[in-house]
């Protein structure tokens, strides 16, 4: 699983970054978790507001810094989502 964390590397993006780690920890599962803060870079993913997360390369979160708890669920849609299309 890929996620990044997208933003410019502000307090938010820090803190989200921080929670998505925790999340990935709770979760136990593979993940490499990178930062995305290039303005083009951004731009590609279509996000409007920082911080953002994208996970395996779609946008699921954007504009906010979401709980742990969030996350984790995040994670595990994604995670179910992987499983429906490999079946």
Avoid at 36 to 45: F, T
Wanted: one cysteine or more.
């Amino acid at each position: 699983m890929e996620i990044k964390i997208l933003g410019p590397g502000c307090p938010n993006c820090q803190t989200l970054a921080k929670r998505t780690e925790e999340a990935v920890k709770n979760l136990g599962v593979d993940a490499s978790i990178t930062k995305v803060s290039e303005y083009d870079d951004l731009l590609k993913y279509g996000i409007l507001r920082t911080p953002g997360i994208v996970i395996n390369e779609k946008l699921v979160l954007s504009g906010r810094v979401p709980s742990v708890a969030e996350i984790t669920t995040l994670i595990t849609n994604a995670l179910m989502e992987t499983e429906d299309t490999s079946k």
